[in-house]
């Protein structure tokens, strides 16, 4: 029998994306990213903060305690919790104001890959990038919308889908955390929605979120399906992370994007956040060093 996730917080985002936990303050971070706004909540799964910035983002990486590096639509910024405020580190697109981020996260040599589409997801628009030690390397180009950005735990390989149809994954060199390798074919599956957003435990096991499946689903390193946990009463699964203490609670994002009043009435809590306690834990992702 399958498992089943909780309600954790009923945030009910309109797009929830980009689920992170920051060890340093014990929260978990996610996004509404048609909203423009970043929000967090402790273990208690209280909110603790919303901050909304000038246009969409959609995943960010921890830099210190104190400080964060946001994907923001094209830009990556320094965010400060302190102050208040955001400073650019360095452009992304920033000459293609129809683009926006979307799906990210950090490689296991501390680089922040961070994908682009259209904001109206447009064939062939969007691309996925490297931010490491200053320097922006394009790693994949002509992408519809780029998801389940994730890395195997000893760096030496990264999944990618395009559009959700198929989770690909190519060789890295572990060094630099750039492909050393052409992309193959890894998984895909029928019948239980598209993939979004994934990310990868401690035994090297892909967790991928199902839009449209209501689900979240563990993928061996050998491309076979492991397990199903169940997202009750929400369709859009958009995006899992790792977190707590132990970093065994698996907490996943939602969304009510597209949704018609029908949907909305038959989902009241979809945009919301979920979790569920798992027995294997997921990795700590590196900070990023500007």
């Not at 089943?4 to 309109?14: I, N, Q, T, Y």
């Amino acid at each position: 029998m399958n498992r089943k996730a909780e309600l954790f917080v009923d945030s009910r985002c309109e797009l929830g994306e980009g689920p992170f936990w920051h060890p340093l303050l014990e929260r978990l971070f996610w996004f509404d990213i048609l909203n423009r706004t970043m929000l967090s909540a402790g273990t208690d799964g209280h909110i603790v903060d919303r901050i909304v910035f000038k246009d969409t983002v959609s995943a960010a990486a921890v830099i210190d305690r104190d400080t964060l590096a946001v994907a923001q639509s094209g830009t990556l910024l320094r965010y400060d919790f302190a102050s208040d405020t955001s400073t650019p580190i360095i452009g992304i697109e920033d000459d293609v104001p129809g683009n926006r981020t979307n799906d990210s996260r950090m490689d296991r040599a501390g680089g922040f890959w961070i994908g682009t589409m259209g904001r109206k997801a447009e064939p062939g628009v969007g691309g996925v990038y490297q931010y490491r030690a200053g320097k922006l390397t394009k790693v994949i180009e002509n992408i519809r919308i780029p998801n389940s950005i994730c890395f195997s735990p000893d760096g030496r390989t990264a999944y990618f889908t395009n559009s959700g149809k198929m989770i690909v994954k190519c060789t890295l060199d572990p060094e630099t955390g750039l492909p050393a390798g052409p992309w193959e074919d890894f998984y895909t599956m029928d019948g239980l929605g598209g993939a979004d957003g994934s990310v990868v435990d401690s035994e090297g096991f892909v967790w991928n979120a199902r839009w449209g499946g209501g689900a979240v689903i563990r993928i061996s390193p050998e491309g076979k399906l492991d397990q199903v946990i169940e997202v009750p009463g929400v369709t859009r699964v958009s995006c899992p992370a790792f977190g707590g203490k132990d970093m065994k609670t698996l907490y996943l994002t939602t969304a009510r994007e597209g949704m018609t009043p029908e949907e909305e009435e038959r989902e009241p809590t979809a945009g919301s956040v979920f979790a569920i306690d798992v027995d294997v834990p997921g990795l700590a992702e590196p900070f990023l060093k500007l």
